[in-house]
C-alpha cells in the first residue's frame, strides 16, 4: 500500500479501463473475457493458466483494483 487515497497508492479513482493496459500484457483479453475458454458448455468460463496460482490471482485482482477503493460487505467479508 502506499500514501494515496485509493487502493495501491493511488491519488485519483481509476476506472477497470483505466487499468487494462496493466492486465492485458500478461493476462489474454478476448472480446470482453480473460483467459482462455476451457472445456465447459458455459460459455462465459474461463481458465487462466498458471505454476502459482495464489500469486496469478493476487497480481491480476491487485493490478484490476489499482485506484479503487474497498470496502467490507454488511456479512464482513
Known sequence: MGT?????????HH???ENLPNLTPRYTLT???FGIRGDSTR???RHIESKDPIFTSNDFYNKL???A???K???GK
Not at 494515496?4 to 485519483?12: C, L, Q, T
Open 31 to 33: 472480446n470482453g473475457y
Open 15 to 17: 476506472s477497470i479501463s
Open 65 to 67: 483494483t489499482h485506484g
Open 43 to 45: 460459455e462465459k468460463i
Open 4 to 12: 494515496g487515497v485509493y487502493k495501491g497508492g493511488a491519488f485519483y
Open 69 to 71: 477503493t474497498e470496502k
Open 73 to 75: 460487505m454488511s456479512n
